[in-house]
């Protein structure tokens, strides 16, 4: 009866043990769950906080020439493009439609071959490739913009020009490839492409993890219904991916949009709306533009500046909830 009474009161005690052990686990488990929590919280909140000072900086400093005398700012705006404008609100379109005619033909040239990229090494590329092709991609999105600057400027102009006179002597008729094509080609083609060669680097390396994680049960279905490799990537990897392409292409977009150093170093500069990609001093960007006229610019001319730049970070942030927008539909 003792040895019994002894062994029951262990259990129960070895019972009771385990039991605080578990409540003492829940317990840091509940307040880990807690600070992770907060701590998400917290860094979504400071992220507005960052976005809302940028926007007020912005809205305030850019007032004087938005808000301000438009005489004063008129005489600004002539003395940055030499008479041609004299109003802020003749001087702005212009740069915006640079921006977003070297921007989308950037994107327009980088998509496709970052597709087909992605799907090379996720899909095609023999295993013992997949790693050096990884790093190269990934060694290619760490490349700083003037270093793709130096290269546009001092290899790609001189060395392009014989293709672009090659596409205005053929391809005049289209008005996109109007010639004659100009030499040097400082041109909006050239910038585009320029470019698409740095933004493909991250399009191609956010496809490629996309299309890796499809769910392996997913090709296998597709395969056993007799599916060929090219139909299963068709009607299983690209559905499955639809969201991060589309990520990955805003993201690419934006950093296009915003660029600076390398249109500023290969663009010939000019203020008209104008299709014509190999024709020199058509179009300038905004960013490439402050750029410019920084150095020189006065107090006023630096309000003007800024609210040129609250203009981009206007548009950057529109592409960004529409990108949010078609990512919602496409994972819907």
């Keep these: 009866m003792t040895e019994t009474a002894t062994a029951t009161t ?29 701590l998400a919280y917290g860094s979504g909140l400071l992220i507005l906080a960052v976005l809302a000072a940028v926007a007020v900086f912005l809205l305030l400093r850019a007032w004087p020439a938005i808000g301000g005398p438009r005489g004063a700012v008129d005489a600004v705006v002539s003395s940055f493009t030499g008479g041609r404008l004299t109003s802020f609100w003749q001087y702005v379109p212009p ?24 799907v090379f090494i996720s899909q095609y590329a023999p295993r013992r490739f997949v790693g050096a092709l990884n790093t190269i991609i990934d060694l290619l999105a760490a490349i700083p913009s003037v270093v793709y600057g130096l290269w546009g400027g001092l290899v790609l102009v001189p060395a392009i020009y014989p ?18 094509a100009a030499n040097p080609s400082r041109t909006v083609g050239t910038v585009a492409l ?48 639809r969201s991060g392409i589309i990520s990955a292409s805003m993201l690419g977009l934006g950093r296009a949009l915003g660029e600076t150093m390398a249109v500023l170093m290969i663009l010939s500069p000019g203020l008209k709306y104008s299709f014509h990609l190999l024709q020199a001093s058509q179009s300038q960007t905004i960013a490439a533009n402050i750029a410019a006229q920084y150095p020189e610019a006065n107090g006023l001319g630096v309000c003007v500046l800024i609210a040129t730049g609250l203009v981009l970070f206007a548009i950057t942030f529109a592409v960004n909830y529409m990108a949010r927008r078609l990512t919602g539909k496409a994972v819907s």
Excluded: C
């Design 163 to 180: 293709f672009w006179d090659w596409v205005a002597e053929h391809l005049g008729w289209i008005p996109l490839f109007a010639g004659p």
């Design 95 to 118: 740069l915006l439609f640079g921006s977003v005619l070297v921007a989308a033909l950037a994107l327009g040239i980088a998509f496709f071959v970052a597709l087909g990229i992605a």
């Design 194 to 241: 320029v470019l698409a060669v740095m933004i493909l680097p991250i399009i191609t390396s956010m496809t490629r993890d996309v299309f890796l994680q499809t769910p392996k049960l997913h090709e296998e279905a597709a395969l056993a219904l007799g599916a060929t490799q090219w139909e299963t990537i068709r009607l299983a990897v690209l559905p499955f991916g």
């Design 10 to 38: 262990a259990a129960t005690a070895a019972t009771a043990t385990a039991s605080a052990a578990d409540d003492g686990t829940a317990h840091r488990g509940r307040t880990a769950d807690r600070v992770f929590a907060a």
